[in-house]
């Protein structure tokens, strides 16, 4: 078996890659650009998802596709739509139609649990919008599909743009951590390589044309998280907490009150967020001492 692995060299793609190679996949990863972790084996194609000849051609011979590719960054999103709607509406399209014309036997969407919130701004609305699509092509074409809505996650890899790297690298280089916000947030953090296990394990004939949460097992507030943080570096990190009325974000859940129901994938096992907060740290340390 093949499978594809457009954002590949972005944190979540990257971990997922690896994992299929771990699972006996034969693993190409696309990308705008090359991947700092392919590991040997993998097959390297530096390209743009809105390349509809570079798009069909990386496509053929594959038996499934994962789309991770496209704007992640919720700020980001809300700064730059159009870019937004190009990226991850346009860009899934044309994955999509290559995937329906190279008869690929699975399509795996990276969606969001915002995708169902009234947060969110343009990232949460460009994700509905390729969900529906994605949808329209499993009706009109036959073409199967497991859309992933993943919650908040955390790791080596990550990118400036993730929450848990920011605050790390604020604690360890400012010593303190800024949140917007009272704090009183909860989150399920999802320690990036079980999130990549169950992007795989979705690959069974169960999840066939579902929506299937990724989600952790440990909802925390976010002001108890800080605080876990500190703690572990030895009460030495200041906590501040900024006045914000942002609307891009949720408080305890983000889902608003729709029929269309997920299911909800539970990892046999999972990384404890205090030792992958300390696996975070360390690799943080390593980089800015």
Sequence with gaps: MKAIVFGGSGFLGSHVADALTG???????????????????????????????AVEKAVAGCDVVYNFAGMADIQEAYEKPIETVESNILGNTIILEACRLKQVKRFVFASTVYVYSEAGSFYRSSKHACELIIENYREVFGLPYTILRYSSLY???????????????????????????????????????????????????????????????????????????????????????????????????????????????????????????????????????
């Design 23 to 53: 699972a006996g996949y034969g693993t190409v990863i696309f990308d705008i650009k090359e991947s700092p972790y392919r590991q040997k084996g993998q097959e390297m194609i530096v390209g743009d998802i809105l390349d509809r000849k």
């Design 155 to 289: 790791g080596p890899r990550a990118s400036k743009g993730n929450w848990i790297y920011k605050i790390l690298k604020q604690a360890i280089t400012e010593g303190k951590i800024t949140r917007y916000g009272n704090g009183e947030e909860i989150r399920e953090y999802i320690h990036v390589e079980d999130a990549a296990r169950c992007s795989v394990k979705v690959l069974a004939p169960e999840f066939e044309n579902q929506c299937v949460i990724i989600t952790g097992q440990q909802p925390i507030k976010v002001k108890d998280l800080m605080i876990m943080i500190r703690e572990m570096l030895k009460n030495k990190v200041e906590l501040e907490f900024l006045p914000t009325d942002s609307s891009l974000h949720y408080e305890i859940t983000p889902y608003t009150f729709n029929p269309k129901i997920a299911r909800r994938l539970i990892s046999d096992s999972y990384l404890d967020l205090g030792q992958g907060l300390l696996q975070c740290l360390e690799e943080l340390y390593k980089k800015f001492h």
